[in-house]
């Protein structure tokens, strides 16, 4: 019996090199996930510090996520069209020039301004990331690649307050910047060095309209979930917001469908179980920013720990979600990944369950057994998820694949903090505990919280039932057709 020949590469790919390319991918989306998240610990530092209200403040958080956004797409699809390796590594050099220059900024003005500048390299980075590795990497194996990937994307969004609250206490709040130049320096040379320079097809053409309209559509979103957060969301400002947001959806739908060579394929999502992925995907980010978002100040403001304390306890899901997600996509490599990704989610209605019960007596070991399932779940659904998504397109749509994980990503982030956030507040204040709940006492914003941690339980839960739909519909279909869990691109 012969045996089977190894799965040949893509053009220009050298599969020994694969761990090399992982390391400079992995740097990369590191340093621009953490920064997503990192500035929220110096905040009230800045206020004081550039002698800046809060309103301005935030747009450093903000102008870099809606940066980030609304960019991810287009540098995918630019990515596909005219080579995946010199996009990615000019991103990550302009990454790290806008992270020196943030660190030097004088005021709050160059900040932001500097801080968008620092986005447009994170959104080269995060848009090619996924796609660089699934192309380095054997079919056989990609899913172990993915998780890793995916791993320290959640892990970086969930510990960066953290070390930002390290650095701010210990050196300055300018330090939350310079601590990237080290490591971002050697990850530029690692990808100039050893990410593979794929041809990409040729004689294709950007779509400019469609281009357009999406980034109208998404960026009229997230200015509506974001500015929603303080205006309310029945404002006529943010109801027209939603509005122009649909407006500009349906135009781009309508451009994608008529152009010979779009943005963005929409026939790729004929494929429902790949609409299922980013959909799942997305659930699973709100949930996860809603409790990056709430649990700092019930572990502050209602268990009395402080910073360091709090920062310590943070840590606890991002460290189970990194040990857990790249044995998770082995498994997943081996048996498909379908079952595991509904594994994953059972044990994030689990998690979330567990955190309904924190109250104000609550000791670390019950916080523990509540954070670690969910940590565990994201790093047992992330792994799978991903591989599913970027192995069900062909090479030429990676990039527009890896952009389209990325929007799911910050989406559903902005989601969780504006939804979750104005639910906490709705119930600590229908708890008795006045129209600011982070001055509420303790026992109304544990029951803000618990209320909050359900809501979240349930949306776990559908998207739980919307895996287990795909595993089934996954199962019936497979007489049909080759089975190929992670088809070779």
């Known amino acids: 019996m012969t045996k089977p020949n190894p799965p040949q590469p893509p053009p220009g790919v050298d599969y020994a090199k694969r761990y090399w390319v992982l390391l400079a991918i992995a740097m990369g989306i590191f340093l621009g996930t953490i920064d997503g998240s990192i500035v929220n610990a110096a905040l009230p530092t800045l206020v004081d510090e550039l002698d800046a209200g809060f309103a301005s403040v935030q747009?450093?958080?903000?102008?870099?996520?809606?940066?980030?956004?609304?960019?991810?797409?287009?540098?995918?699809?630019?990515?596909?069209?005219?080579?995946?390796?010199?996009?990615?590594?000019?991103?990550?050099?302009?990454?790290?020039?806008?992270?020196?220059?943030?660190?030097?900024?004088?005021?709050?003005?160059?900040?932001?301004?500097?801080?968008?500048?620092?986005?447009?390299?994170?959104?080269?980075?995060?848009?090619?990331?996924?796609?660089?590795?699934?192309?380095?990497?054997?079919?056989?194996?990609?899913?172990?690649?993915?998780?890793?990937?995916?791993?320290?994307?959640?892990v970086g969004i969930a510990i960066g307050p953290a070390i930002g609250g390290i650095l701010i206490e210990a050196l300055s709040w300018r330090w939350i910047f310079f601590v990237n130049l080290p490591v971002g320096i050697i990850g530029t040379w690692t990808a100039h060095r050893f990410v593979p320079d794929t041809p990409p097809p040729g004689?294709?053409?950007?779509?400019?309209?469609?281009?357009?309209?999406?980034?109208?559509?998404?960026?009229?979103?997230?200015?509506?979930?974001?500015?929603?957060q303080d205006l309310g969301f029945g404002s006529g400002r943010i109801v027209a917001l939603f509005v122009a947001s649909a407006v500009s959806l349906v135009g781009?739908?309508?451009?994608?469908?008529?152009?010979?060579?779009?943005?963005?394929?929409?026939?790729?999502?004929?494929?429902?179980?790949?609409?299922?992925?980013?959909?799942?995907?997305?659930?699973?980010?709100?949930g996860i920013a809603g409790l990056i978002f709430l649990l700092p100040f019930y572990l502050q403001q209602v268990l009395g720990y402080d910073p360091g304390a709090m920062g310590m306890l943070l840590t606890i899901a991002p460290i189970t979600l990194g040990l857990v997600a790249p044995v998770s996509g082995t498994i997943s490599d081996r048996i498909g990944q379908r079952p595991v990704i509904v594994v994953g989610l059972a044990v994030l209605v689990v998690g979330y369950l567990l955190a309904a019960t924190l109250d104000e007596t609550s000791s670390v070991l019950h916080y523990a057994v509540a954070a670690l399932p969910i940590g565990a779940g994201i790093g047992i659904f992330q792994s799978p998820n991903n591989s599913a998504v970027m192995g069900s397109v062909p090479r030429e749509h990676l990039g527009v694949m890896s952009g389209s994980l990325t929007i799911t990503r910050i989406v559903g982030q902005l989601t969780g903090i504006a939804v979750l956030g104005t639910l906490w507040a709705a119930r600590v204040s229908a708890a008795g505990g006045g129209t600011d709940p982070t001055i509420a006492p303790a026992a109304t914003q544990v029951t803000g919280l618990r209320q909050t941690m359900v809501a979240v339980a349930v949306l776990m839960a559908v998207a739980l039932a919307l895996a287990a739909w795909g595993a089934v519909s996954e199962r019936r279909a497979a007489p049909a057709r080759p089975a190929a869990p992670i088809p070779e691109l």
Request: without cysteine; aromatic residues 12%; hydrophobic residues 60%.
């Open 203 to 228: 004689r294709q053409r950007f779509d400019f309209p469609g281009a357009a309209a999406f980034f109208t559509s998404l960026l009229t979103l997230m200015l509506a979930l974001t500015l929603g």
């Open 59 to 154: 747009w450093v958080v903000l102008g870099y996520l809606l940066t980030q956004a609304t960019l991810v797409l287009m540098v995918g699809r630019l990515g596909d069209m005219i080579g995946k390796k010199r996009i990615y590594t000019a991103g990550f050099a302009m990454f790290i020039a806008g992270s020196m220059l943030a660190g030097l900024a004088p005021g709050v003005g160059w900040l932001i301004a500097f801080r968008i500048f620092q986005a447009v390299g994170a959104a080269m980075i995060f848009a090619l990331g996924f796609a660089i590795i699934t192309e380095a990497f054997p079919p056989s194996e990609r899913g172990r690649a993915l998780g890793i990937g995916g791993a320290i994307v959640s």
């Open 252 to 286: 781009f739908i309508s451009i994608e469908r008529r152009v010979d060579q779009p943005m963005l394929a929409l026939g790729l999502f004929r494929n429902r179980l790949l609409s299922v992925n980013l959909v799942t995907g997305w659930m699973v980010f709100v």
